[in-house]
Nanobody
Framework: QVQLVESGGGLVQPGGSLRLSCAAS????????MNWYRQAPGKERDLVAA??????TNYADSVKGRFTISRDAYNTLYLQMNSLKPEDTAVYCC???????????????WGKGTLVTVSS
């Protein structure tokens, strides 16, 4: 059993900052890709940022220069969000491709999401 649990969402004013966390727990041998996605009301889910096991990162154009994705050695993923805009309002979900054993090719797991609301 593997779980991804996000935290850190909330209400913030435009221009403010939030830091999201996603803790992976359970039967984990290794974690490959870890990503943040978001889904705004009435819109499709979009990739926000991605980080490989080697630390390479990619960002959606809309968040470049404002958001920073990182991961630590304890299977936790982070998203530092600065200069937040109302259009950043969405449910943010984490994704991870996780191997539970050395023989496992890896499975995709999703968290349930955390709501970020940017409003004055």
């Amino acid at each position: 059993q593997v779980q991804l649990v996000e935290s850190g969402g909330g209400l913030v004013q435009p221009g403010g900052s939030l830091r999201l966390s996603c803790a992976a727990s359970g039967s984990i041998f290794s974690i490959n890709a870890m990503n943040w996605y978001r889904q705004a009301p009435g819109k499709e889910r979009d990739l926000v940022a991605a980080i490989t096991s080697g630390g390479n990162t990619n960002y959606a154009d809309s968040v470049k220069g404002r958001f920073t994705i990182s991961r630590d050695a304890y299977n936790t993923l982070y998203l530092q969000m600065n200069s937040l805009k109302p259009e950043d309002t969405a449910v943010y979900c984490c994704f991870a491709r996780i191997r539970s054993t050395w023989a496992d090719y890896g499975r995709d797991y999703w968290g349930k999401g955390t709501l970020v609301t940017v409003s004055s």
